[in-house]
């Protein structure tokens, strides 16, 4: 069911992103039609077409875009997720770039249309851009880009609230309350786990996943285990210090431990936190023999990519098992849940908006629009993926001369831009 963009926003209690915003020296937005989809342009005398799938927060996006020069065109297609031949629509005959959205199919027909209509560039509108076949792209000569670093705390922090929502069963918790079924405090009301001293573990230590794990680690004092194919030297040094100052402090230390496998993290974590990126080995990662070897009482969250988990196996489980906790983000065929999920007191369930900050959602929407921008200019890619800060803020006149992030530059043969 395709929820309408007003309705959402009425739900969300926002103004619409974006409406009619008219950057610095940017004349205000008018509206017309890309082959038949609505759109607002701004700065229509740009040189260069830039189609923008969706609205999109703040303003520094379009005063970045305008000021390179580009006419950009905001779809104002009520769907929710545009599908491929809208999308083509709003590429028409003449586009140079696109920012798109996690929802959105970018596979081979849309980077044809891209290339046929001139296109040069091509952000998503996320980190991860398990939605973008790349190699599509780069075969085509179009860089891709995504918006890495302002999520990182953002993601985190709403993965440490699912973890304490579902231990301390917060959610349940609240509804009792609303339905008028609290009659007095009671020794066994709403009984979870605590979570200090016991031990978190991590699939991906990543940025977003080591953020987590800081908090974890630092705000509980958990033990952290953790798997991924790379240490995170950074994170395991700062839990050892972390550990010392404790000790120092006559406190028992924290640990942190690197494991080989997947599994090992499963059967020794009180909580376990996915944090890897969805692809071929990460697809159904935690499936039903896998969770037979979590402890009968953990906490599974997940804010990576819903198919990261096999959803009907988890659903199954968490009957079986009224004790075990899981806190999800995504889901495994977003927007729909696996059938009974919805019904298990002990999930907790949230629309896919670990990122739904407004200084991590304006900032996706700099660092998308700095990547097409960047492009369109000619410049190359920043040579500090991992510090996008100078982006992010200061006259956009003097931006860093670069494109923030792009995921396929080697293929493309993008330069690097310092
Ligand atoms: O950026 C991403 O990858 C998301 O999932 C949404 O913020």
Same mark, same amino acid.
């Given at each position: 069911m395709a929820l309408r963009n007003s309705g959402a926003r009425? %739900? &969300?209690?926002?103004?619409?992103?974006?409406?009619?915003?008219?950057?610095?020296?940017?004349?205000?937005?008018?509206?017309?039609?890309?082959?038949?989809?609505?759109?607002?342009? /701004?700065n229509p005398s740009g040189a260069a077409r830039?189609? @923008? =799938?969706?609205?999109?927060?703040?303003? &520094?996006?379009?005063?970045? %875009?305008t000021a390179a020069g580009c006419r950009v065109e905001v779809s104002q297609c009520p769907d929710i997720s545009q599908d491929v031949a809208t999308v083509k629509k709003l590429i028409g005959s003449r586009c140079d770039?696109?920012?798109?959205?996690?929802?959105e199919d970018w596979g081979a027909e849309l980077f044809e249309a891209l290339k046929a209509a001139g296109g040069r560039a091509y952000s998503n509108y996320a980190v991860g851009y398990n939605n973008v076949k790349v190699p599509e792209a780069s075969k085509r000569g179009i860089p891709v880009g995504n918006t890495p670093g302002v999520l990182t705390e953002t993601t985190a922090e709403l993965a440490a609230a699912l973890t304490l929502a579902a231990a301390r069963r917060v959610p349940e918790a609240d509804v009792f309350m609303r339905a008028g079924k609290y009659k007095g405090w009671l020794p066994d009301l709403f009984?979870?786990?605590?979570?200090?001293?016991?031990?978190? !573990?991590?699939?991906?230590? !990543?940025?977003? !996943?080591?953020?987590?794990?800081?908090?974890?680690?630092? !705000? /509980?004092?958990?033990?952290?285990?953790y798997y991924d194919p790379y240490p995170n030297k950074g994170l395991e040094e700062y839990i050892r210090k972390y550990g010392e100052l404790l000790r120092h402090s006559g406190e028992a230390p924290v640990a942190v431990r690197? @494991?080989?496998? @997947?599994?090992?993290?499963?059967?020794?974590?009180?909580?376990?936190? %996915?944090?890897?990126? %969805?692809?071929? =080995?990460?697809?159904?990662?935690?499936?039903?023999?896998?969770?037979?070897?979590?402890?009968?009482?953990?906490?599974?969250?997940?804010?990576?990519?819903?198919?990261?988990?096999?959803?009907a196996a988890l659903v199954a489980h968490m009957k079986k098992h009224p004790d075990f906790r899981a806190g999800l983000d995504v889901f495994e065929h977003e927007p729909a849940m696996a059938p009974?999920?919805?019904?298990?007191?002990?999930?907790?369930? @949230?629309?896919?908006?670990?990122?739904?900050?407004?200084?991590?959602?304006?900032?996706?929407? =700099?660092?998308?629009?700095?990547n097409v921008a960047g492009v369109i200019q000619g410049f190359g890619a920043w040579a500090k993926p991992n510090d996008i800060t100078p982006f992010l803020d200061g006259p956009i006149p003097s931006l860093p001369r670069a494109a923030p992030s792009i995921v396929n530059a080697k293929e493309v043969g993008l330069p690097t831009a310092a």
């Amino acid at each position: 069911m395709a929820l309408r963009n007003s309705g959402a926003r009425l %739900l &969300r209690g926002l103004q619409p992103f974006g409406a009619a915003a008219a950057p610095n020296g940017a004349r205000a937005a008018s509206t017309a039609s890309a082959n038949g989809v609505p759109v607002e342009v /701004h700065n229509p005398s740009g040189a260069a077409r830039v189609v @923008v =799938t969706k609205p999109l927060p703040g303003d &520094r996006w379009l005063q970045i %875009l305008t000021a390179a020069g580009c006419r950009v065109e905001v779809s104002q297609c009520p769907d929710i997720s545009q599908d491929v031949a809208t999308v083509k629509k709003l590429i028409g005959s003449r586009c140079d770039g696109v920012i798109g959205q996690l929802t959105e199919d970018w596979g081979a027909e849309l980077f044809e249309a891209l290339k046929a209509a001139g296109g040069r560039a091509y952000s998503n509108y996320a980190v991860g851009y398990n939605n973008v076949k790349v190699p599509e792209a780069s075969k085509r000569g179009i860089p891709v880009g995504n918006t890495p670093g302002v999520l990182t705390e953002t993601t985190a922090e709403l993965a440490a609230a699912l973890t304490l929502a579902a231990a301390r069963r917060v959610p349940e918790a609240d509804v009792f309350m609303r339905a008028g079924k609290y009659k007095g405090w009671l020794p066994d009301l709403f009984v979870g786990a605590l979570l200090q001293n016991k031990t978190v !573990g991590i699939v991906g230590a !990543g940025r977003i !996943g080591a953020a987590y794990a800081r908090m974890m680690v630092e !705000g /509980h004092k958990m033990n952290l285990v953790y798997y991924d194919p790379y240490p995170n030297k950074g994170l395991e040094e700062y839990i050892r210090k972390y550990g010392e100052l404790l000790r120092h402090s006559g406190e028992a230390p924290v640990a942190v431990r690197r @494991v080989e496998t @997947v599994e090992e993290v499963l059967k020794e974590a009180d909580v376990v936190s %996915l944090h890897c990126n %969805l692809d071929d =080995t990460t697809r159904h990662l935690i499936n039903a023999e896998r969770l037979r070897m979590m402890k009968p009482n953990a906490v599974l969250v997940n804010a990576a990519r819903g198919p990261c988990i096999d959803e009907a196996a988890l659903v199954a489980h968490m009957k079986k098992h009224p004790d075990f906790r899981a806190g999800l983000d995504v889901f495994e065929h977003e927007p729909a849940m696996a059938p009974g999920l919805a019904d298990l007191p002990n999930a907790v369930i @949230v629309p896919h908006i670990a990122s739904a900050s407004l200084w991590t959602r304006s900032g996706m929407a =700099t660092l998308a629009a700095a990547n097409v921008a960047g492009v369109i200019q000619g410049f190359g890619a920043w040579a500090k993926p991992n510090d996008i800060t100078p982006f992010l803020d200061g006259p956009i006149p003097s931006l860093p001369r670069a494109a923030p992030s792009i995921v396929n530059a080697k293929e493309v043969g993008l330069p690097t831009a310092a």
